[in-house]
């Protein structure tokens, strides 16, 4: 199979020996569309070309075409397109066509896979086979084959327009531009290239405005650690200075010295004071600190929030919303506890560290060196452990979402469930999965009661060491019994903060990637905003300008492909077309959701770019097929796009939009609070309400996205007759499936695969007996049915 | 008076017989069906690609209106299954892992190398949920560029390829 060189395995060695295993399998090193040919290949090619003929065009695959993993070769010249395939043995088989007998390149996307074909007169052929990966370096190679023909076939130019790929800079990264490596699809950011010094920093400046408060906490820690490493040495003074002498004394038959007892009260006044004065400075710091976090709590998370208004919908649309929740939630608490707490927990405990290590130093050092000894292996198990506990709990935590999965599909579905018996089907799936979440359960258990007994054992040994050396070092009078109590009691003190520390890299690492992700919001700009030069429009008059529109969400396929037309300020255009075809995505250019890949759109002959937002989208008014409502009342509602609008106002548009008779039916009025996504108004209901929110604004540009799709018959003739006043005078974009919503449309609008199929008025297009025609005819049979 | 549905009238299959699979000068699947008419190109389409890779071939024209089903390749001639059958393999890729070699990574994204029945290859994952854990010990994968690997049951991999796996499922 691998006749030719090098196997792919082979070349993962060699790549792996040489260093770093990423950089032999960087994408965007592959990228180019103009390989470097080896060796073999080049030899063979002298042999096709002419003479002062150049390779433009070089591209390797990595399928071949039997499937295997492998790498053919694609190269274009300004005369012919070569393909070089290894399935030929010994040499590969070659296959040569001249640039001016191509009539198309086609990319066949597949399965798992892709292919490139040849098309000419006589017959086709395929040329390469490649995975999924290689698919951009294909995409963007065959445009540039195009032109090559192009060039030999210049009647042919028009043509190859349609293949046009637009590089859209919104869209979202799979693979880390710096390091290749892909990028977590909950994260956006590479945390492998996070900086974690200047998100340090970053953070920190967060912090700044509030030292006058932190500073004085750090200091009030450094004083606590310091205090606190103080009892035992109290205790050792104790036993030295007051209760062996007295012991000795007796042992002797000597009295014991009569100030001993004021002295034993002294120390044991000092004891307390120390306690008492650790106590109440940690309250007052920990107070101090908890103050400090929640300010930076709160000013990040109003700063994402705030940022997050701002951008525009292509970042929703990438992202999950519980994903962009968890950031303004979760990480933003995240790094208050590390901000507030995790940094001044290191300094506070590697100070506490250092302050032991000082005075054991300085008492024995021999015996000092023996009560570390046993530290590196703690360090290492609860590194280590730390690391594997992190793995079952993960499962564990996956496992208990199983849970929350098959619970959130079963409850609100409880009546699929009942009405088709499947009683027992979820029952059986829950237990499978409570059974797992109880195996999860057993696996962290054995890690645990196993973490105990060997910790003990670990911080065992360190006492038995101190018995050991500390004991001999007693025998030989190097020692007293009062400092081999202060090491064993430095010795339990020693572990926490030991502890803490070998955890000290994961909370940093999670710390940095929450910061990332929070200053990703952040430093996200908004790919639609109002240019600098922006103008108002305060009165729009409503024209619409579609000139030349290409639009792609994906830049993979174009959801709008070259549409023109204008409308006149105050005339209703009905949107037609199957779904897919684009109807939707050219409302969102209209309101500037989106801008346009290519071309333009003219508003009242400005271009909408170069109009402020806030006064454009002041002008337009939405009614969508599931209305929003936010949770408030419903004059809140109402009154949404207008907020200074008054009582009258608000009764006025409600009436306008046939929603005033029931809303004074409920028994709040105007006052009922609809619950979140208006839970408790009807389909219908809601629908007016978001009319009425209309009717207030008074836009000039008005958008019905399938407005009466969802409501019954009795409620869209109501919907109908409040639309029909509210569209007078307005420029209006309507979507509708049912064609009977369209009778007001001064003009309609048939959209194909993002292109225009037909414009014209409802007679002409009937009379021209099209898709529109077709669609009418089907649309009116189907009514009669309804009918009987 | 309208029949009552039966439902296994509804779906309709090609008679295997009279079904003829070639390929037109473009290098494109031409089906010849039951009733004479001559389509290319064809698509053929796996209507379980997962669980009955050749049952249920749904035939699509061009529009990728569906010009019928095919209820098992088995049952065309010889000719026409292996045209179709050649076709399928190109239009699903799916190399069959053996072997893992190593799995490696943090924070949901994994760098996998594996042997697979398609030779030696190295694929990236986003997250945990690009795996799919079917019965039987199968598994789904569907790396970052969006191909796919398939494990037939990863209950028989050597030891250390299971140990590797089971991090991830």
Known sequence: MHSGGFSRRDMHRMARSTGRRSNARRPDAEMTILEEVPAALQRQLESVLEEKEDIKIAISTDLQFDGSYGKDWVLATEKRLLAFNQNGVPAPEVQNIALEAIDEIEIRELYGNNFMKVRTSEGAVEVARYSKRLAPKFAEATPEIETLIDKVKPEDAEKSKRHRKFVDPGKKKIRCETCGRPIPRWSDVCPNCVEKGKLLVRLLKYAIPFWKVSVPALLIMLVIRLVGVYPPILSKNLVDDILVPATMAMTGGQPVDPGAFGQLLTIVFMMVGAHVFTAVFSAVRGYMMTWVGQRITLTLRNDAFQHMSVLSLDFYQQRETGNLMSRITQDVGRLRDFIAEGLQDIIGDSMALVYMCIIMFVINWQLALWVLLPIPLIVLFSFYFGHKMHKVFHVLWRRYAGISTILASTIPGIRVVKAFTREKYEVDRFEEQTHQVFEGEMNAAKLWTLYQPIMTFLTYIGTVLIWLVGGRQILNGELTLGEIMLFMTYMTQFLQPVRTLAQMNRRFLRAATSAERVFEILDTPPSVASRKDAVDLPNMRGQVEFRDVFFSYDNEKNAINGISFTTKPGEMIGLVGHSGAGKSTLINLVTRFYDPNEGDILIDGHDSRDIELRSLRGQIGVVLQEPFLFEGTVADNIGYGKPDATRQEIIAAAKAANAHDFIIKFPDGYDTTVGERGARVSGGERQRISIARAILKNPRILILDEATSSVDTETESRIQEALGRLIQGRTVFAIAHRLSTLKHANRLVVLKEGTIDEIGTHEELIAKGGTYANLCEKQTELSKIRAW | ?169
């Open chain 2, 1 to 169: 008076m309208k029949q009552p549905i039966r439902i296994e009238d509804e779906a309709q299959f090609l008679d295997p017989k009279l079904v003829k699979i070639s390929h037109n000068q473009f290098a494109e699947l031409q089906a010849e069906l039951p009733d004479g008419s001559v389509h290319a190109p064809v698509e053929p389409v796996r209507t379980f690609p997962l669980t009955q890779p050749d049952q249920y071939i749904s035939l699509l024209d061009a529009q990728k209106n569906e010009l019928g089903l095919i209820e098992d390749i088995n049952q065309l001639e010889r000719a026409d299954r292996t045209l179709l059958a050649e076709e399928l393999k190109k239009c699903y890729f799916m190399p069959k892992i053996t072997r893992i070699y190593s799995l490696e990574g943090q924070f949901g994204v994994t760098q996998w190398e594996a042997e697979t029945d398609s030779g030696s290859v190295f694929f990236d994952l986003r997250s945990r949920n690009d795996i799919t854990s079917l019965s039987g010990g199968r598994v789904l994968i569907k790396d970052i560029d969006g191909n796919r690997y398939e494990i037939v049951n990863y209950h028989q991999l050597d030891p250390k390829s299971i140990a590797l796996l089971e991090t991830q499922i």
